[in-house]
């Protein structure tokens, strides 16, 4: 078996192990980050991709929304890039009552979220799409946020820092020894392979999985997984996240992301985090939801749907505990001063709109456990990309193409993707794996859900990595079939006939079943 030293082993590429890994590094530890997938491929790459000004949770959750605004005004200093400004507004439909309006402007004013009643009708000619029953409206400083860029950006930080990485690393084991956690012990999920990591301090962001890793060092963490469904609609039916001003329910959200519009969310309590399946029911009663603020929303063309699974934390058990009333703030558990076990720290709940702070109080955790001081500067330094200050803009892609005389090759028309950004993204991510590049440039997400550009994308994968034809097949297949998860809940309308019109062409033309692999 082969072994690593390190001070810091962080457990979890999501955006808050990703966070723990860039302040670690900045503040001079030694930092290892390992992900049993991909980076972001857990809950972080699965939500509605809302930027918190903390207006959801002023009335319900003061705490969360504390948090949430003081690090929405942070992030977009230090990671303006991976942050589109569209803005938010909290309307009262016909089915919402009146009076809740006043207890949402209290609760925003007392949590310190910017807040401001604005007319209905000003409302309405910004979104006109909107119901045009709405009673009240207002304005909040919420975003959209690009949760694969901002993972990345953290992660290109730390390495700049000096921190190592290893995706499709799982934790087989935890070394404890006299009351401390000393590494774990890592299995490469695609070679098999072993390798054991001596680490200072392990610092656990595992996310809606802590528990699990919590409980190799014989602590028991309580994680309450809360399954959350979402559906991408192919326009971009808004241009401002709209939230139904009432306490935080199902469907009462929509986020515009890049050209599509996002609806969520469920709140379900599952047993295991690695189990999400999406109902017809819960399609069914999100697209009837959306028709409260956006009249004909079901009959728009569905995307695609998936569903993430949230880390709610519960010190104690407690039986027939709905997951809505769990908080959404962060826990930061020293499992030193806890449970007695030295060298381990749990950080949990929390948003990835707060993911930076939780990062810090965690490598503040780390400090301690170590005793040395060292100060945090992430709330200061800006993350690779974002060093213009300038936010995302849409349109960005298309603007960089024109004129089209002078375009280069593009593989994916729906999100524009040229050759070169291909290229670059196989190259940088020295991956088999064409879902890896997706989380990357966002390929195949598009309208055709990857019917026009996969099999270019396999060609230029087996090209540029030099892969034979079985590891290419494999990684076509696997695409495909991640694909179909999110497709197979909405087949209906124009979504269906697309699904069709793939289908014949990967397996009336290609085959796809019968490729050797």
Known sequence: MSSLQTDVLVIGGGSTGSGVARDAAMRGFSTLLVERRDLADGTTGRFHGLLHSGGRYAVKDPPAAIECIKENLILRKVAP??????GGVFVVTPWDDPAFGDRFLAGCKNTGVPVHEVSVGDTLRREPRLHPGIKRAFTVPDAAIDPWKLVWSNVRSAQEHGARMLTYHRVLSLDVDGGKVMGAVLQDVRSGDEVRVRAEVVVNAAGAWAGQIASMAGCEVQILPGKGVMIAMNHRLVQTVLNRCKL??????I?????????GTTDVHVTDPDTSEIT????????DEGEKLVPGFRQARALHAWAGVRPLFQETRAKDIETRDVTR???????????????FVTITGGKTTTYRFMAEVAVDAV????????????AKERLPGSERGATYQLGARLGAREPLPQSEEIICECELVTRSHLDAAIARRETDSIDDIRRLLRIGMGPCQGGFCIYRATALLHADRHLDYATANHSLLDFLEERWKGLHPILYGDQLRQTRLDDWIFQGLFDVRHLPR
Not at 336 to 343: L, P, S
Not at 367 to 378: D, K
Request: with cysteine; glycine share 10%.
């Open 81 to 86: 890039d991976c942050i589109e400004d569209t």
């Open 248 to 253: 935080p329910g199902d469907g009462d959200i």
């Open 255 to 263: 986020v515009p992301i890049r050209t599509t519009c996002v609806i």
């Open 280 to 287: 017809k029911h819960e399609v069914d009663f999100m697209l």
């Open 329 to 343: 703030s962060h826990a930061l558990l020293d499992h030193k001063k806890r449970d007695g076990v030295g060298g």
């Open 367 to 378: 400090c301690e456990q170590l005793g040395v001081q060292r100060p945090c500067s992430t």
